[in-house]
């Protein structure tokens, strides 16, 4: 008595496995393209400008200074592209002795980074060091903004809403420039990319490096 019911459930079941064999089984996980870089061609053609600048160094000034601790005026301002890896730009600012400042800019997957490593004299990292931020907008080929990161938040809370600004014009002028939304703390420098200067020692703590 119960063959009849064996048999149509043997034949619900083949027709369901023919249904899903004729239908279209989605791709394997491993199949998926890895995500690559969404570095806008403007960020691209920054990094380019940037990377024709290597190995030359080139004096600057302050521009507009406001509501920061250091000093910069009357002192005199040295930038220097001193390394170009693929994916990794050193630049040492000099500030007439004072070599401890690095900007380092780096490509991500998402854009571009800048950080600040700060150097005491004998090499050793200050307290206040590796802070910056990322872009989060593609920018233009002369002008990157990078957002405080979450390290920077945490480093130095204060500086949460702080951003960064480089600009260059190819054969005419680099500039750095710090701006923190809601206050008045600003400053900018401006180099003059239409001359080279002879290029300053090491900075602190990469003396045998470069």
Not at 171 to 198: I, K, N
Request: net charge negative; proline share 8%.
């Amino acid at each position: 008595m119960r063959r009849p019911y064996i048999g149509l459930a043997a034949l619900l079941v083949a027709l369901l496995v023919t249904a899903v064999a004729c239908g279209e089984a989605p791709p394997p996980q491993d199949e998926a393209a890895p995500p690559g870089p969404e570095r806008a061609e403007t960020q691209e053609a920054f990094w380019s400008h940037l990377e024709a600048l290597c190995g030359q160094a080139f004096s600057g000034a302050v521009a507009e200074q406001e509501a920061v601790e250091d000093d910069f005026q009357d002192r005199e301002l040295i930038m220097h592209v001193r390394e170009c890896d693929p994916d990794e730009i050193r630049i040492p600012l000099h500030v007439g002795e004072d070599r401890s400042r690095t900007w380092v800019i780096t490509r991500t997957a998402q854009g571009l980074r800048l950080k600040h490593d700060h150097r005491h004299e004998d090499g050793t990292e200050e307290e206040l060091t590796q802070y910056g931020g990322d872009t989060e907008e593609p920018g233009t080929e002369g002008h990157q903004d990078f957002h405080a990161d979450q390290f920077t938040a945490e480093l130095l809370p204060e500086a949460a809403t702080n951003v960064w600004t480089l600009e260059v014009e190819p054969g005419e002028s680099f500039a750095y420039q710090l701006v923190r939304e809601g206050t008045d703390r600003r400053v900018r420098f401006e180099f003059d990319l239409s001359e080279t200067v002879p290029a300053p020692p090491a900075p602190w703590g990469f003396e045998d490096e470069g």
